[in-house]
């Protein structure tokens, strides 16, 4: 029988959706400075996702807060920690780029149609969920320590809660 140190963390979605596009247009005349108008629009017409259906214990939603948040949210529900990798967070480029303009930590916006949600088999309900039209990726695996931290390369941070 697997415990919760052993389940995987999902994501469904893309970090920062929804709220980018509102940026977007809420900023538009100053990211003008760093890139051009057609890029912008591009952003702020970025398409909404299909939203999951899911509906158990095991999931938080991302619709009002930001990953990180969420991820601290799901260690708290499953009282474990966690080990992280930034890289595998789906964020497009474009997003980046827009929160570096104005100074936000997109992973800390909220994401129109994101979930995350604990898995004992994380790929095999990546697998399924992308047949099924959506965007997920396993990021992460609880990890029987209690610290929760997010990996960027060599580099490790503590997960903290961000309200």
């Known amino acids: 029988m697997e415990t919760t140190a052993q389940k995987e963390i ?3 979605g893309c970090a920062a959706n929804g709220s980018a596009q509102e940026l977007a247009a809420t900023y538009c005349e100053k990211l003008q400075s760093r890139f051009s108008l057609s890029y912008i ?6 398409e909404d996702p299909k939203e999951p259906s899911l509906v158990d214990e095991n999931h938080v939603s991302l619709e009002r807060q ?3 948040q969420g991820l601290w949210e ?3 529900k499953h009282g474990t920690g966690m080990l992280v990798s930034l890289k595998a967070i789906p964020i497009r480029q474009e ?3 827009l929160a570096n303009v104005l100074d936000v930590n997109p992973y800390e916006l909220p994401s129109k149609g994101g979930v995350l949600l604990a898995a004992e088999h994380g790929h095999q309900l990546v697998e399924k969920l992308q047949e099924e039209g959506y965007e997920a990726t396993v990021i992460g695996r609880f990890d029987k320590a209690k610290a929760r931290l997010i990996v960027n390369g060599e ?3 503590f997960l903290t809660p961000t309200r």
């Open 10 to 12: 999902v994501m469904i």
């Open 74 to 76: 799901l260690g708290e």
């Open 66 to 68: 930001g990953v990180f």
């Open 95 to 97: 997003f980046i780029e």
């Open 41 to 46: 629009r591009r952003m702020q017409k970025w």
């Open 155 to 157: 580099e490790k941070r």
